[in-house]
């Protein structure tokens, strides 16, 4: 199974851009990067998935380096709405459907 | 729809009752999943169905009984629980057929609490 790295918190000024990195070094060449978050209380929101390319959506942009072993998820104007744990995930596909969570990153939007 | 809707929101039971915890969607998701979650801890899978069938058990105990009578019902069956089952109860679902290609859709969770 890929594993993934994350910071365990970050600080974002709000309406400033959120830059959050994740390692994952081992992860093999179909592996998809998932990215999704959750607000306190809630279930988990997926935000944004990628292979290779860069992707775009209307909640963030994924940044993937060319070897594939980290990614960076941003979001261009964080707000304090923002403020949640985000996980990154490597989709594990063994003969059935697995999203395993890690750590995550906690990050604090501040006014 | 898009939305997964799961009821009750809150359940607190004895350790000698038995409860069901129901999740429904109807985005034409042929996947479903059972969640648990602890305080200030991330979400662990427990179970994953597949057109209706059971397709992954992590080594759940047997006192956690999964059912899935329709594609767009999944019921946790509780019975005989202890204290430390206390945790939110998250289900998800997404596509099947593609599973590299979509994100989960999950619901807002069960809070469950035994007593």
């Known amino acids: 199974d890929a594993k993934t790295t994350q910071p365990p918190s970050m600080d974002c000024a709000e309406g400033r851009a959120a830059n959050l990195p994740c390692n994952h070094s081992?992860?093999?060449?179909?592996?998809?990067v998932y990215w999704y978050r959750q607000i306190h209380s809630q279930g988990p929101q997926y935000i944004i998935h990628g292979l290779k390319n860069n992707e775009t959506n209307e909640m963030a942009s994924l940044i993937i380096t060319e070897d594939r072993k980290s990614s960076t998820l941003i979001l261009p104007h964080a707000t304090l709405r923002d403020t949640a744990v985000y996980y990154c995930?490597?989709?594990?596909?063994?003969?059935?459907?697995?999203?395993?969570f890690g750590a995550g990153t906690r990050l604090f939007v501040k006014a | 729809d898009t939305e997964v809707t799961q009821t009750p929101k809150h359940l607190v039971m004895g350790m000698t009752n038995k409860k069901s915890l129901k999740c429904e969607q109807h985005?034409?998701?042929?996947?479903m999943y059972w969640y648990k979650q602890k305080a200030k801890k991330p979400p662990e899978l427990m179970f994953v169905y597949s057109y209706e069938k059971l397709s992954i058990n992590e080594s759940v105990p047997s006192r956690f009984s999964p059912e899935c009578p329709n594609s767009s019902l999944l019921n946790l069956h509780l019975h005989a629980l202890q204290p430390e089952d206390s945790a939110l109860y998250l289900c998800?679902?997404?596509?099947?057929?593609?599973?590299?290609?979509?994100?989960?859709?999950f619901g807002s969770g069960t809070r469950l609490t035994v007593v």
């Open positions: 985005m034409g998701h042929r996947a």
């Open positions: 081992t992860i093999s060449g179909n592996e998809y």
């Open positions: 995930i490597v989709r594990v596909d063994t003969g059935g459907f697995k999203t395993i």
């Open positions: 998800a679902s997404s596509q099947a057929g593609r599973p590299k290609d979509y994100g989960y859709t």
